[in-house]
């Protein structure tokens, strides 16, 4: 809450038009809803018409189901990542639009289908293990209004495959970049085009990749001139900065 | 290049318009100048009025001063990064717009002072130490053509602080987020605003810092959906991204 | 034993007031018991009420029983943490007390209900997953004579959802704060209140994770004076230390 | 700010008790102070007799003679830590009680020399060189308004040096417990007395040590309950800590 | 060479067919014989009455059974470690002396009793977790021809416990200490008595304990003179060390 | 494409014998075949009679076996490393050649025969835990048309075996040496003859072997001039690298 | 053995004093000569003509000077490595062949100037920073007999710059690859040229680049087939590999 | 003390033959004497003659000066490890023995020149820049009362050279080996000789060394059975395990 707002909400108890209680109710800050096992915060998707988003992996299933049943009355698109086939069976009867992205084990409900975003998001990968990384990048930025195009198995040990779809990079105006092992794919993706690349190491490898670290600290070290790192597999988190970008640029 | 401007080439070829000779000059890609020490790049700025770069530290200051000498002939906007008061004495007559900026020992020279992105980037550090590093992702995003604001010593343990400050924030289109530490204002700053945020860890701290691995870790962990991350004490590539965002979203 | 003691010891010797034997039994310095795989240590319960405690994991069951049979007969409060349904089934009908807490595997058997601690202990944490180890620190609270309040789900991505929950912590004479991922709310807890605070990472998250290695080191680096820090995923760590100060508090 | 008191600033609008302006300004939540170069934050001090505290390593001593010299305006006690002699030199006329800390670098002004702790704190190191981290922990106690005494040299090579003076440790009421190589000290503390023991890993020792990432490590693991842990070399924090644990104790 | 090639060369030898140099040329290269899957090296046992060893984890236990096969042929102890109870039912009938030990896995074939080493060997352990490693110590130094006595569950926090049983300490004559968590026993005991003490760190812990870097670090750093470390979890090199150092004291 | 390659296409170009569509076509770089879920590379095994690769791991069965189908119709000769039985069972009617090699998972199609390298190629490993991956070596140089040898289990502790079987290392052309552990066999090997050896870490160990770490960093920083060093366990990269200098050697 | 007993024997041999097998024993352990402070090895150079090799760093510049006195008896081509300018002057006058090559700190003594590879080894780096590494590997497989060239900042971040130059790749007969920060250089060169390639990592970056283990678990981690890596920093290694492999090809 | 101790001294109260006061003085356990800054412990000289140690590194020369005049005063023999020529000159006055051992730093005083234990100790490194970590071992290992030997630069790389001096190792009764960079040596000697070899990784080295990290993981995982490590540099550690394991061979 700005200084602004609060001083109009004072302004209103002075003339008699608010209560004491009503006034305290909207200084309480953001609205969340409390189901005792999890605080709901609908105040990012009120705003913006984003998701409700779930981290299922983890989760009692029941927890989940109860998280999105209460998501669907407010008519939000709702984006369950790290889910999988038995989690969609139990959730899928909850609403029409359910849909199980195998690739990736993401769950998505979609009220709304409208287009947000300015530009298209190219999510890019380095090898065909990486895939289900850049799939939940793909799904997480696909619900969230923007056009999305995939472009996989592209490594940069055959540059030649990367070069010859360049005119996919050219036609992005944000590009996610998903590369497991050496992880050097962003970094010759953000030289070849001058716009925000959004770089996901991921576990894909063996031995000294050390479960992504060699990826994850190429990337932190890349040569190539603002380029922005994300987790380790965190597939959802760039779709979602990518969408924040896209977002902007539309605004 | 493109298919479309091969196919281009080919064609005046084809046509008698182009010799051999020259439509393989144009083939040869991107335009690079060799000094024998060092390839000067000047391919970027070319399309974007983005400056031309060089990172000081660990390389020998005669060879800093030449490649500035020849970046200075294209009448580009030039940034020195990791520079020291010294460097500057050496290079501060190779043109009147010289100037030391000394919290991050950046130097700049700057032809051309248009603002080209559409809105404000604010530079949010979480204390006095990390300044160094807030002031090169500010100096980078400036000379990139932004307007900018710094937003100082406001890290979490005093969350008041920040919520005092949070006007700011509202007010800008792109945040740069830079602590040391636990790095934990990235997280908070991202929950608090629906917008990009680019999180800069710092090498300040000491002990279980080990050099900036726990902010580093800490940033790429976020609970904030959205958040990316640059290397550690990489101001410049902070800077350097949100410029890149700020083009976009003015195109 | 003190000096003071042993002189006391010597005295009664000198005076025949207790044989060499006796004297010797004394000076063995502190009870134990022998079971063989086991030394189980009466002392600590024997002065303060504090409940023997038994770590199952990795323990084989019949000596999990073997070592609780013979705890229960000196009536001390027992606490088993990390169990599971089938050791609770196991030892169940050993006391009519006996309680499993399934959200953190504990196992309880309470002769003594007696409130020792002088102020509530609020046990709070970032998200749901990191319930489990916040339920053992609630759990391990609760048994050593504390009242106790949990407060969960507050991450800071949400800050808002942890201000509107401030007088919970207002109430607190000790806070204990339970997160994973970045590790960034015992932080800013400790800066919104001038108490205690034992913050406790948890193994939640993935990737740059490294299984609890990102908050450890953040909540280690925090910037808010005076929080301490237990293992990761030690919630029965910071619930005895907790009650060790609350008991302090109340003598 | 709780919801009581919102409520009362409300009311006094409603009742034209209060003007807008006024409320506004009592709504904009804790106090601090705008120097350009940091924002100190006095609403600690004013709160409990707690010093305010400034960490001088990699602080311009201009900026910290800035900082002090604000802060004895308030008439609190000031807590420099990780300074110089020269250092000391700049700051020492600035109040006739400024003292040097040689051994650890800490300089103190103290106005407020009132005891508020109930307890004793002792600080415990196990060898020599651990001492400067075991000043800093006891000159940041005594500040605070402790009672506090050392106890140092008492490593657990040689046992019985450290229970030879057990005594002491029975006198204290909080124990802070300092130790480098392999840090075993704390274990073997807190299992002699069932009282709260803070353990500070110290950077002494070479090679394995990697920092004082061993003994870190070794406390983290405790077999002692309720051992609690700070920053590699933090002495400040665990000094600040037990203040806390102590004014607590003696509310 | 297989022993079978060793007696053809005695034999001519003995027949003055092969001269003393000569048959010293062939005997040169130490005796060791091939399986084809591996090469047994029979050499040690030859000479010291040491047990021939196989580490069957991750071994196909026919490949197991067949060294051993081959190994009783030559009427040696043989120590299989890291086996299971599955193992031992397919070798037990190899040779009637076929011994497992539960606590550890080890399979032991015994034709030779007699004691080597001159005085006793304690393996003292932390706690009950750390009893499989210190069992196959036991083991392993009770096969190698040495008197064995264990001293289990005495770790540091109740240092008593281990005050109370020094006299067994006093009559060793070399000590295997094992431990996990933060690995601090060791470091008691070596200050306790002077003699040589074997530390073996184990993967007893969780979290921070990083699968035994702990204490394994915290013994590679303790401040006791002349501890001497093994692997995380090696039982067999420590019982190993301990019965090469006792049998060079009985010599 | 060399620029002289590029300037024939041109001047066909001009000269009318090449359409602007086909002088395109080949200017597209190298060839590569999309199957959807993975891009096919022919291009290597077109040149040098390198045969195509796949690592089945974490792979889909099914794409495995598409790529293979896909494969196979170029008549060269495929390598799948990783898999296992099932994955054979899949595969085995292919192409007759069809082979499973159980020590190591690969599986092997061949059509080529041809010796290509010009000397052998022996693979040295420790012990016996290393085979696999010196087969997976052994199994890469073998298709790749190169005569191999193995020499097993002649670790470094009992360096008689390793001196016992030096003709066959004098015999080599190339060496690669596979080691888990401490991993110094590489080291002694390349002492021995002067030779390119290549040097595999394996992840055969426990405890303080950090899954391979170990070895790695030993072979890293090896003592012997000249030692070069691939992934972790990748036999594979070995085989590979030796094939490309025993091809470059015949050439 | 020094070359002096060498002699004796050999002369014992021609005078019919020592048979030829006896002869043979004296020589079967290879020589070596003791200075005191170094034990130097004759060998290699006798048998190929490589150079005697001396790390100085860390070394006394006396003992350096001693021992390259005693290796330039043996008119072998001396190679110090990690020297500097006060290190040359001090050995300079030794022979006039003396060479200082400022970039890398190396000096060399050349009597033997002949080309022993078959073909060109390249040496490719990615900035100018890594230049030092590049040239100490340069100047090792000059001096040991092979043609050389240098392609220097040809990082990936500007792919073209690498595309434009790639005739000097294809004419390499062996690349030595050398990167810092993210160390994707060698994984695209070794996708170009199908020939060996040997990466060398380098300490150049800053932050999360770790001293270079950033580029070093990139390179390990390579999807490139064949890639071999050397030490971080390491061009001498990785110029004596090439050096071996080419002196192979020539046989 | 034992039961046995303390019955007796409990019995000679009874028989009024010693006072509560002098037994409360025995019972104090261990002598050891307070300077203030320090607590010096006379015990084990006491026993053993061994000499009492003085760490000097990170010490203030005044007190290391102050410490060593008090030792002296009881006609033990004084080790000063980690000490400089500045501390030699301060110090050499206090007694006529007084010896600088320049390679190492150690300074020794030496009034008992007995031969204690019954072999000899070598001591083998394996490369000159190990010779600072060896000669700490020798010094430790002589002034304890052992006779000694050094065996250096015989490296694995060059394994006929250890081989050349297996002689050495044949005659010694204990072995200390030192190996900085992949620490190799001390497997490879352990495979030659059947008797206690303790190994001590150095910080020799750079890059993937990781300041001794690299040698200490080699030798705790060592393939020969009975290796034991000691931390990274520590010659002194070495030296004085070995002389407890030499006197314990000599009762």
Known sequence: MTPEEITRVLQQVRRGKLS?????????????????????????????????????????????????????????????????????ERVRNLHKTAKFHKLCGAITFRHDRKIRGKGKIVVVCA???DIPVAEEALVTADIMGNRVEPLYDVGVAGIHRLLGESRHLMEARIIICVAGMEGALPSVVAGLVEKPVIAVP???????????????LGMLN???????????????????????????ASE
């Open 20 to 88: 004491v209680g009503g006034a305290l109710e909207r200084l309480r800050i953001l609205p969340y809803e409390d189901l005792g096992y999890a605080k709901i915060d609908h105040h990012r998707s009120l705003r913006q018409g984003f998701p409700e988003v779930v981290f299922a992996r983890g989760k009692d299933p029941a927890h989940v189901e109860g998280i999105v049943r209460r998501m669907l009355l407010n008519r939000h698109n709702v984006l369950v990542t790290r889910g999988d086939a038995e989690l969609f």
């Open 202 to 216: 991921t576990s894909v490898g063996y031995g000294a990749s050390f479960s992504g670290l060699a990826p994850l």
């Open 127 to 129: 090898g065909t293990s």
């Open 222 to 248: 890349s040569c190539a001139s603002g380029l922005t790192v994300v987790n380790i597999d965190n597939g959802f988190g760039a779709g979602y900065a990518a969408s924040q970008i896209n977002a902007l």
